[in-house]
């Protein structure tokens, strides 16, 4: 199995996060059924091998290129054969800069690109099959990219940002009418704008990244009772999260953290 971390170029290293590549190999034994939970982001993911199974309500396998949006809960995939992805993660604030469609748009999808954008998406996808190193198809992504931002500018994607920021250093214990003030816009104002960049609502964003953070939580303070982790995450109580564990994953967090083989953020 090969697993890599990539950062991007400058230019683009306000809007993405980062670059993940994985590959392994149909014989080395992954495990079937994989659990996608939500991250906080929205994400483009290119196959370059066998495809993945989506598996929620129905099954569909997933086309070489995809935009998956903000999730509100969970689902499972299952690999037919080998893995090689390449996965493009947004900053929260930062999607909605790339795509003529507010990502709210997107949300609980993953959805072919060609479908959505047409012939510049599947060209792309061709000319990345046609190239033979990652770091190549990088590249490629990025000038791809870059046309997408070109001119494309909103002076409230800043104020969206700085609402990130507060999200991030509080770990999401802030709630949606802070965000509003720290935006100066009213709360419907707000709750527009963020939807549109972002891909959900305040309130269910940050329902998300709460759940994130008590992963990075349970790894920084394994010796917490479940009950002291619901309180050092914001929760009311264990029963709030309980309820949130099972609504976003499916599962309780007792069942999550014993289950999952190491659990960890994806957030922070």
Request: proline content about 5%; overall charge negative; aromatic content about 12%.
């Amino acid at each position: 199995m090969q697993f890599r971390l990539i950062q991007p170029t400058p230019l683009l290293s306000p809007y993405i996060k980062q670059y993940w590549y994985l590959e392994i190999a149909a014989n080395e034994g992954m495990p079937q059924l994989q659990r996608v939970v939500p991250n906080g982001f929205v994400e483009m993911s290119f196959h370059f091998s066998e495809h993945l199974l989506r598996i929620k309500e129905r099954r569909e396998m997933q086309p070489g290129l995809i935009i998956s949006g903000q999730k509100t809960g969970f689902f499972d995939v299952l690999p037919t054969g080998s893995t090689k992805m390449l996965n493009v993660q947004f900053y929260p604030h930062s999607a909605g800069l790339f795509f003529p469609f507010p990502v709210s748009e997107l949300a609980d999808l993953s959805l072919s690109l060609a479908d959505i954008m047409g012939m510049a998406a599947r060209e792309l996808e061709e000319q990345l099959q046609e190239m033979s190193t990652l770091m190549e198809r990088i590249a490629h992504i990025e000038r791809f990219l870059l046309q997408l931002l070109a001119g494309n500018t909103s002076y409230r994607w800043n104020r969206i940002q700085h609402n990130i920021g507060l999200i991030n250093i509080s770990n999401g214990l802030i709630n949606a009418a802070e965000l509003a003030d720290a935006s100066c816009l009213s709360r419907k104002q707000h709750e527009r704008e963020f939807k549109k960049m972002v891909g959900l609502s305040p309130k269910q964003y940050l329902k998300v990244i709460r759940f994130q953070y008590t992963l990075y939580a349970h790894q920084q303070f394994p010796g917490d009772s479940l009950t002291e982790l619901a309180y050092r995450c914001g929760y009311f109580d264990q029963s709030h999260m309980i309820n949130d564990f099972r609504q976003l994953s499916g599962i309780t967090p007792g069942q999550y953290f014993s289950e999952c083989d190491a659990p960890y953020s994806d957030y922070f």
